[in-house]
């Protein structure tokens, strides 16, 4: 058998699972929209072999009554085909969506049902998944839109053209139709568009729906999948949270009876009035037969405003149109002054900036929808190409403060300079080329190796020796060209061929990215927990090396290690917003206050557990 018709075949046997009342439902109004069209040709056929006589018999007579019949009977069944059509492509949709469900429920089970996590690094099985990820929930594809368009307008047109036609028949009927049909039309396309906002509406929840399906996707999450033993709690949380977010939107869908039987009873008496006038003048002989033929089809194609899924979809999916054009505008609204400084008045960065110094001053910031602040009033003077490490309690601000720097948040209150000039005034660009920042949660991307370290100077990625030099400076090129294809080596198993790293091996293809954007011109270094995952050898191999890593470079170094931290020229100890302590490792040592305690802390275990001092 094709493989197509396999495919059908097997959807249609699985429909049943999905929803038995709706498959119903959608099987019966397939056969009937199948039959009716039929059943209004053969009417049509029976109609006008029944009306010479008619005419010749004249109103009153037994073959008037057939045709009369016979009309009526025609106006009865259009309509009827016409409420057909949306029953059909309404138990559809919803039929079509709650198999999306199913699929993907089937998928997360089968997903997490293995003990190990093997197969998630299985290119095929990935193939799969992300299919199952395009699964959208809410069904927002603007180009629905557009694919409903031809057909939307082709009816429109059409009926429109023999309402025209109608008017030679009687102009006041032709009226009728041209104002009644588009008025049904008009309330129809607003209801869907209201289905389309309530849909927006439940993007949090879908959110929510999609988060919990992409954790029993990916990768990360397995191995605690497993070894919490939480797949069925997690495909019952988004059968769960599927309905709900689904809900509001199925209600809007679901049709009010009152507005469907005020338009379709409108359409209705407009359809039996029209039928029947044009019975009455065949009858009495005001017709020809060919005009009755002409303004017969015409009254059955007037009605082809009609309804079905591209009229849905031509409100629906044009929801989110005007949302997502005017999110710049609405982004732009809602920036910061600096954010929205004009390039003109933003200048240039020297080449060797920072020179002199980097200053806070008087710094206060808290995050955006947040009033805790996390700075207050701070000072610091980073001075240019030194090296200072930041100490604090976890939530104490340090990443913030390197956040800060970077310029991806803004101060909200005073500001912070380079060499003099304010932070805000500098080209942003420019400046973020000066900084090679490794944070803590630095990305692992599924790329080649030469793309892992590239990325960090894309302008220089083709650079091969740059980037081995950067390799070699942390100790990871040996690891890289034992690959089985050197730098082309995707980092991810989930791709042929593709190798996965340990988390030290990571942290050092993350390290080489940030000194590849050092080798292409960068002057400040921050490193936020930079050997965190290395081993303590690998950790000291590295720092031997951090006086050459670092030379010449404005170095900002943020650890709970002291090993690392005591290396750095200055020590700041942030505490409440504030630099708490502020000196050499011995001089703070000497202080005896929060960093010579959290120091003696750290030692002192070391010297329990390991028998040998940390430092
Ligand atoms: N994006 C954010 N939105 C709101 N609050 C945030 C955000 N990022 C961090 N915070 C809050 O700001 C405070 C400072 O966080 P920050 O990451 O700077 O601390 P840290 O000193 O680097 O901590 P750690 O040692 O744990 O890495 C914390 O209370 C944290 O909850």
């Not at 009755?292 to 079905?308: C, K, M």
């Not at 060797?352 to 000072?379: C, Q, W």
């Not at 793309?451 to 030099?469: C, K, Q, T, V």
């Not at 990215?513 to 400040?524: K, P, Q, T, W």
């Amino acid at each position: 058998m094709p493989e197509t018709a396999r495919s059908i075949l097997i959807v249609l046997r699985v429909l049943p699972k999905v929803g038995r009342a709706r498959t119903w439902t959608l099987g019966v109004s397939v056969v009937l929209a199948a039959v009716l069209p039929i059943a209004i040709a053969v009417t049509t056929g029976l109609l006008i072999g029944t009306i010479v006589d008619a005419v010749k018999a004249g109103p009153g007579s037994a073959a008037a009554g057939t045709a009369t019949g016979l009309l009526v009977a025609i106006g009865a069944l259009v309509v009827a085909e016409r409420a057909v059509v949306p029953v059909m492509a309404a138990s559809a949709a919803t039929l079509g969506r709650d198999l999306d469900r199913y699929l993907q429920e089937r998928v997360l089970t089968a997903v997490n049902r293995p003990g190990g996590v093997a197969h998630l690094e299985d290119p095929a099985i990935q193939d799969e998944i992300r299919i199952v990820r395009g699964l959208g929930m809410s069904a927002y594809r603007p180009s629905q839109t557009v694919e409903a368009l031809p057909t939307v307008l082709a009816n429109w047109l059409g009926a429109l053209g023999s309402v025209v036609v109608l008017f030679a028949f009687e102009w006041w009927l032709g009226l009728l139709w041209l104002i009644a049909w588009p008025l049904v039309v008009y309330r129809m396309q607003r209801d869907y568009a209201r289905i389309g906002e309530e849909g927006y509406k439940q993007s949090t929840e879908l959110r929510g729906v999609e988060y919990t399906r992409d954790l029993a996707l990916s990768g990360p999450a397995a191995k605690e999948i497993r070894v919490w033993g939480i797949k069925d709690w997690l495909v019952d949380r988004f059968d769960r949270s599927w309905r709900r977010a689904i809900g509001p939107v199925a209600a809007a869908r679901r049709p009010r009876p009152l507005v469907v039987l005020a338009s379709s009873g409108a359409i209705l008496a407009l359809n039996a009035a029209s039928f029947g006038l044009l019975a009455f003048a065949a009858i009495r002989g005001n017709l020809e037969i060919g005009a009755l033929a002409v303004f017969l089809n015409a009254l059955i194609s007037a009605n082809s405003y009609a309804v079905g899924d591209e009229h849905f979809y031509l409100s629906y999916a044009s929801v989110t149109v005007p949302k997502l054009l005017s999110l710049e505008e609405r982004l732009t609204a809602n920036a910061t002054e600096g954010e929205r400084a004009p390039r003109a008045l933003t200048a240039v960065v020297a080449p060797d900036a920072p020179a002199k110094a980097i200053r806070f001053e008087g710094v206060s910031f808290h995050y955006p929808r947040s009033e805790r602040p996390v700075l207050e009033n701070f000072d610091l003077e980073i001075a240019a190409g030194r090296s200072l490490a930041i100490v604090g309690e976890n939530g104490a601000g340090k990443t913030t403060l390197v956040k800060l720097l970077s310029g991806l948040y803004e101060p909200t209150g005073g500001r912070i300079t380079v060499d003099g000039a304010a932070l805000s005034t500098l080209d942003p660009q420019q400046w973020r080329r000066r900084v090679a920042a490794l944070f803590q949660d630095f990305s692992r991307y599924h790329l080649p190796v030469r793309d892992n370290i590239g990325l960090g100077a894309p302008e220089h990625a083709g650079d091969l020796d740059m980037m081995r030099a950067a390799a070699e400076k942390v100790g990871v090129l040996d690891v890289i060209e034992a690959l089985p294809h050197g730098w082309d080596t995707v980092l991810s198993r989930e791709y042929e061929n593709g190798v996965d790293l340990s988390g030290g091996q990571w942290q050092r293809i993350a390290l080489a990215r940030a000194l590849f954007a050092v080798e292409a011109g960068a002057r400040v270094l921050v490193l936020d927990e930079p050997t965190a995952a290395l081993d303590v050898r690998a950790e000291a191999d590295l720092y031997e090396r951090f006086i050459d890593l670092t030379e010449g470079l404005t170095t900002i170094l943020i650890s709970h290690r002291f090993s690392t931290v005591r290396r750095a020229e200055r020590i700041i100890v942030v505490r409440d917003g504030q630099v708490a302590e502020d000196g050499t490792h011995e001089e703070l040592l000497a202080l005896g206050g929060r960093y010579a305690h959290m120091f003696n802390l750290q030692a002192g275990r070391f010297h329990t557990r390991e028998g040998a001092p940390d430092a």
